[in-house]
């Protein structure tokens, strides 16, 4: 039987191995996913982002000067 139902558990490290072992009872194929949500370059990109605002090197746009963002 195939479903398309997704259970998404965040469960601490001293239930991860209990869970696991529930799953494997009821015979519930499972993975465990270890990656980050997001990549660590585009991470680090928006952090260098906020530092830049941070240190005055952000520019400010009127909603008068928008139209000329694109051009």
Known sequence: MNTSDIIIAHPSEDKLEALKAFLKALKIKFEVATSKPYNDDFVNDILQGDADIKN????????????DLWK
């Open 56 to 67: 005055g090197k952000g520019k400010k746009i009127t909603l008068d000067q928008i139209d």
